[in-house]
Structure formats: structure tokens, C-alpha cells
């Protein structure tokens, strides 16, 4: 063999060589980013789910969610979603379902309609309140607001816990 065609596989060797060392390279930062990536959704601040009024159904009746002022939701530990077409009936739904570890809860502000966190929520319960499945449940980002409200149905705020041990009036999931 003359030197040049030792050289030229050689020169083509190392160039495999570099290569695989690149393509390996690259590899390892995408695995290492994707698992970034990966870990900073799951560990983050849980976010309320977007619910599809008028096509989403309710995790505990079957029915279509379609009020977002009773719509509830709740995210598990390991990321499912469960979404609600009334709070009360949300909250019947984890009673009878121990075993489901809830990390977030998630409800609507009556008045504004935006998402709040169930947690730190104001209840009002009352058989005046015409709830999707007649749990009358329904809750506040503001206790003045909830307090108003709870005045012209003739009960009282409650809070989180209160309202999730509630022997509440309806619902499939009572």
C-alpha cells in the first residue's frame, strides 16, 4: 500500500472518529436539556387546566362543562388533570376517591370568572345558589366579595376546608 492511501484512511478514521464524538456530544445536550425541560414543568407552580366550555365533560358526572362560574378543576401529583362542571361536586368527587393525591385545586372567582387557587378560596354554600349539579358551592377570590354575596343568600363564608367536608344538597358525586 503506498503512504497516500494509508493517510487518506487514516484522515477518514479520525474523521469518523470526530464525528461520533460530536453526534455524541449533541446527543448528550439534547437528553440533558429535554430533561430540563421535563423537570422544570413538573416541578413548577401547577397551573389551572384551559377548559373547553361546551365540549369538556365533568370527571364525576359525564356532563358538559359549560358555566365557568361553578367550573372546578384539580391536578393530581402525577399531573392528570380532573376537570369539574361544579365546585361542590369537585369536592365529593376527592371524598369518594381518597386514593387520587391531589397537588393543586383549582376554582373559578364568581363574579370575575378567572381561575383562583381552591386553597385559599372563599366558599359561600346555599340552596339559593343554582350550581350545575345543585351543590350550591360556589367561591371567591375576595372574602368582602364573598361576604356580599353570602349576605343575600342568607348563609356565611366558609373556607376551603370547611367547604370540601360540606354535606352538600345534589350531585352525582355525593
Known amino acids: 500500500m503506498n503512504q497516500l492511501t ?3 484512511e487514516k484522515w477518514a478514521v479520525s474523521r469518523l472518529t470526530q464525528l461520533a464524538s460530536l453526534f455524541t456530544f449533541y446527543f448528550l445536550l439534547f437528553a440533558i436539556a429535554f430533561l430540563l425541560v421535563a423537570c422544570a414543568q413538573t416541578t413548577g407552580e401547577p397551573q389551572p ?6 365540549r369538556d365533560v365533568c370527571e364525576a358526572c359525564g356532563m358538559i362543562i359549560s358555566d365557568a362560574k361553578f367550573a372546578a378543576a384539580t ?5 392528570k388533570t380532573y376537570k369539574f362542571d361544579d365546585v361542590g361536586e369537585m369536592f365529593a368527587y376527592h371524598a369518594k376517591h381518597p386514593e387520587i393525591q391531589v397537588r393543586a385545586w383549582f376554582v373559578h372567582d364568581y363574579d370575575s370568572q378567572k381561575w383562583i387557587a381552591g ?5 359561600v354554600i346555599s340552596k339559593e345558589i343554582k350550581s350545575p349539579m345543585g351543590t350550591g358551592v360556589v367561591a371567591f377570590a375576595d ?13 356565611k363564608v366558609v ?8 354535606k352538600l344538597m345534589g350531585g352525582q358525586g355525593m
Open 75 to 79: 391536578q393530581s401529583i402525577d399531573g
Open 143 to 155: 372574602k368582602d366579595a364573598a361576604e356580599a354575596f353570602a349576605g343575600r343568600v342568607n348563609t
Open 6 to 8: 494509508v493517510d487518506s
Open 49 to 54: 387546566p384551559t377548559i373547553a366550555y361546551g
Open 119 to 123: 386553597a385559599t378560596a372563599f366558599y
Open 159 to 166: 373556607s376551603f376546608d370547611d367547604a370540601r367536608t360540606a
